[in-house]
């Protein structure tokens, strides 16, 4: 689930990108805010922290489900980094970072992204709460690496908004699951002051039949171990989501960088052998939330 796309970012000076797990959710946390200012540059042209070289450092709390398909919920602490450095956007992700190797211009109304993506992936190899599933065994952490590109439309309602439509595609390149993942996702942002913004957005992912036989089967010594019933599984739409996310500026000014505040909330609802695996139909749930709270210092 992406909170605020890419797109949006390098227009306006890098949010945090998205995903889709409660980590995503963290990374879109601390770095939406500064979507604003450009945005906000219209109705009061001034300097801005973001229309050069700038750099948002900040941290997180997430809580959520303590791994995907779970109803036991961590609290996780996560650092950001983000910004934009001699014209490439710096975004973070889930475990990790994304690349915008192709700039907006302040003034166009259709944007494009493109660049690099890499992860690191630990779902169920860390904060398993539920005995069950932990008697099946922990899974080794995956390195995912790919690419991630989009579009965006600007000035759609008013002359601030935007519209994105962007995807992330990734392959685990460490021998973990070994599979394929695609994270399409859609993401509408206005601000509503100087000071504040709000971001409203959607997004699937579809995984290949690798993922899914790592993550969602129950092998016979998964099954001996820990009493679920085997299950194979195949690839297919894993998930939907929805989320918002709220930022605000707490000198009442985001173009001059300084601390911002941001929350989100997020609902996804889990489907096909996502759903019906063993590890949430029958110890989990196919409701998963997430909320968030986090600081961040633009300079």
Same mark, same amino acid.
């Given at each position: 689930?992406?909170?605020?796309? $890419?797109?949006?970012?390098?227009?306006?000076?890098?949010?945090?990108?998205?995903?889709?797990?409660?980590?995503?959710? /963290? /990374?879109? &946390?601390?770095?939406?805010?500064?979507?604003?200012?450009?945005? *906000?540059?219209?109705? #009061?042209?001034?300097?801005?922290?973001?229309?050069?070289?700038?750099?948002?450092?900040?941290?997180?709390?997430?809580?959520?489900?303590?791994?995907?398909?779970?109803?036991?919920?961590?609290?996780?602490?996560? @650092?950001?980094? *983000?910004?934009?450095?001699?014209?490439?956007?710096?975004?973070?992700?889930?475990?990790?970072?994304?690349?915008?190797?192709?700039?907006?211009?302040?003034?166009?109304?259709?944007?494009?992204?493109?660049?690099?993506?890499?992860?690191?992936?630990?779902? $169920?190899?860390?904060?398993?709460?539920?005995?069950?599933?932990?008697?099946?065994? +922990?899974?080794?952490?995956?390195?995912?690496?790919?690419?991630?590109?989009?579009?965006?439309?600007?000035?759609?309602?008013?002359?601030?908004?935007? &519209?994105?439509?962007? #995807?992330?595609?990734?392959?685990?390149? /460490? !021998?973990?699951?070994?599979? $394929?993942?695609?994270?399409?996702?859609?993401?509408?942002?206005?601000?509503?002051? +100087?000071?504040?913004?709000?971001?409203?957005?959607?997004?699937?992912?579809?995984?290949?039949?690798?993922?899914?036989?790592?993550?969602?089967?129950?092998? @016979?010594?998964?099954?001996?171990?820990?009493?679920?019933?085997?299950?194979?599984? +195949?690839? !297919?739409?894993?998930?939907?989501?929805?989320?918002?996310?709220?930022?605000?500026?707490?000198?009442?000014?985001?173009?001059?960088?300084?601390?911002?505040?941001?929350? &989100? #909330?997020?609902?996804?609802?889990?489907?096909?052998?996502? +759903? /019906?695996?063993?590890?949430?139909?029958?110890? !989990?749930?196919?409701? *998963?939330?997430?909320?968030?709270?986090?600081?961040?210092?633009?300079?």
């Amino acid at each position: 689930m992406n909170c605020a796309s $890419r797109e949006t970012m390098s227009r306006s000076g890098e949010l945090l990108g998205l995903m889709r797990t409660t980590i995503s959710l /963290a /990374a879109m &946390l601390i770095a939406a805010f500064p979507v604003a200012a450009m945005a *906000q540059d219209v109705v #009061a042209p001034e300097e801005s922290v973001f229309d050069g070289d700038h750099i948002t450092i900040g941290v997180a709390a997430i809580y959520g489900p303590s791994y995907d398909g779970s109803d036991d919920y961590v609290v996780s602490p996560v @650092p950001v980094v *983000q910004g934009n450095l001699e014209g490439i956007t710096i975004t973070p992700r889930p475990g990790g970072v994304a690349l915008d190797l192709i700039p907006d211009g302040k003034d166009t109304a259709i944007g494009f992204s493109l660049g690099p993506v890499a992860t690191l992936s630990r779902n $169920r190899a860390s904060q398993i709460e539920d005995p069950v599933v932990r008697a099946a065994g +922990k899974l080794d952490a995956a390195i995912e690496l790919g690419a991630n590109g989009g579009v965006t439309f600007y000035k759609l309602l008013h002359g601030y908004d935007s &519209l994105t439509v962007s #995807a992330d595609v990734k392959w685990d390149v /460490a !021998g973990a699951h070994s599979g $394929r993942t695609i994270s399409p996702a859609v993401s509408y942002f206005t601000p509503l002051s +100087k000071a504040a913004l709000v971001t409203l957005s959607a997004s699937m992912k579809h995984v290949d039949d690798d993922f899914a036989r790592y993550y969602y089967s129950v092998s @016979p010594a998964q099954s001996t171990a820990s009493g679920l019933p085997r299950f194979d599984a +195949k690839g !297919g739409w894993e998930s939907w989501s929805l989320c918002l996310l709220g930022g605000y500026d707490l000198n009442g000014n985001a173009l001059d960088g300084g601390f911002a505040v941001f929350a &989100l #909330a997020n609902y996804s609802r889990l489907m096909n052998d996502a +759903k /019906a695996r063993p590890y949430t139909s029958l110890r !989990g749930d196919s409701d *998963q939330w997430t909320l968030g709270l986090g600081l961040g210092h633009t300079v």
